[in-house]
Nanobody, 122 residues
Framework: QVQLVESGGGLVQAGGSLRLSCVAS????????MGWFRQAPGKDREFVGI????????SISDPVKGRFAISRDNAKNTVYLQMNSLKPEDTAVYYC???????????????WGQGTQVTVSS
């Protein structure tokens, strides 16, 4: 059972930046593809981005491409989501998740963190 704990959320003004962190309990962290998702009130969970288990390859969704970036440090069992030029529409609960395969479908992810709230004020 992989436990994931996110941190780094908060309240920020539009145009500001935040960096979310997600720490995994599993010593096999480097074997998982890691994804970030978000869910705004009244909306479905939305794919944000994904990072490969070892090569560092990433894929970022169109709404945040050019503003968000994903990285990971396997030595620290941690994945990051750097969010720049934040907009009010980025307001959501952000989740990290672990999967054994490369996918933007949330159903492919077996392990989820508890989520961290990001609120962007205009």
């Amino acid at each position: 059972q992989v436990q994931l704990v996110e941190s780094g959320g908060g309240l920020v003004q539009a145009g500001g930046s935040l960096r979310l962190s997600c720490v995994a309990s599993d010593r096999f962290f480097s074997s998982y593809t890691m994804g970030w998702f978000r869910q705004a009130p009244g909306k479905d969970r939305e794919f944000v981005g994904i990072i490969n288990r070892s090569t560092g390859w990433t894929s970022i969704s169109d709404p945040v491409k050019g503003r968000f970036a994903i990285s990971r440090d396997n030595a620290k069992n941690t994945v990051y989501l750097q969010m720049n030029s934040l907009k009010p529409e980025d307001t959501a609960v952000y989740y990290c998740a672990a999967s054994s395969r490369w996918s933007s479908d949330y159903e492919a992810y077996a392990y989820w963190g508890q989520g961290t709230q990001v609120t962007v004020s205009s």
